[in-house]
């Protein structure tokens, strides 16, 4: 008896998401990585609501709430990305209040649930520049902010892979400055 409950409860939640945002079903399921189908049978609860982590995180970002309000969610015990810049995007959006169906919607169709994996914290920011710049654009952001970003995020990947940023320093250093005066800044 208790999952039908819950199963009626996670349903309701989407369908009132959908109905407040005027947001397709078809336009959900492309921003969550599933087929139209499945979203219609989330929603007429002919399949018991997803407990696929992936899937509810994506439900749940798309929709801005913690993944932790359905009930089907269990914590994954794999981290979750802590990216500062990540956090950064995320505060933007919010200062500008725009919401986060209108921000995916700024992208094109298959770009749109990458963005939500990196918001949910499964990818990092991407390190190709025209990406962010699109990300930053999007979000209204100065050329020099979104540089900062890219420039953030090309150094992590230096050191991932095995760069020593502090003795390199010099030709790190001569590498952004050739950057910026390609990007213009």
């Avoid at 990585?33 to 798309?62: C, H, K, M, Q, W």
Wanted: hydrophobic letters at 40%; charged letters at 30%.
């Amino acid at each position: 008896m208790k999952s039908s409950t819950t199963k009626g409860k996670s349903s309701q939640k989407v369908i009132d998401f959908l109905e407040k945002n005027s947001l397709h079903k078809k336009d959900f399921a492309e921003m969550i990585g599933v087929t139209l189908s499945y979203v219609y049978n989330l929603i007429d609860e002919t399949i018991p609501f997803s407990t696929r982590s992936t899937t509810l995180e994506r439900i749940a970002t798309v929709m801005d709430i913690k993944p932790e309000e359905f009930e089907e969610y269990k914590i994954p015990q794999e981290p979750i990305l802590q990216d500062e810049s990540i956090e950064f995007l995320k505060s933007v959006l919010k200062q500008k209040k725009m919401s986060m169906v209108n921000f995916l919607k700024s992208f094109p169709r298959k770009k749109r649930v990458h963005i939500v994996d990196m918001l949910r914290g499964a990818y990092p920011l991407p390190i190709d520049f025209k990406e962010i710049l699109m990300i930053g654009e999007t979000l209204d952001l100065d050329k020099s902010d979104i540089y900062n970003l890219w420039e953030e995020r090309m150094k992590q990947v230096l050191e991932i892979n095995g760069m020593n940023i502090s003795v390199n320093s010099a030709l790190v250093n001569s590498m952004l400055e050739c950057a910026k005066k390609y990007i213009e800044i």
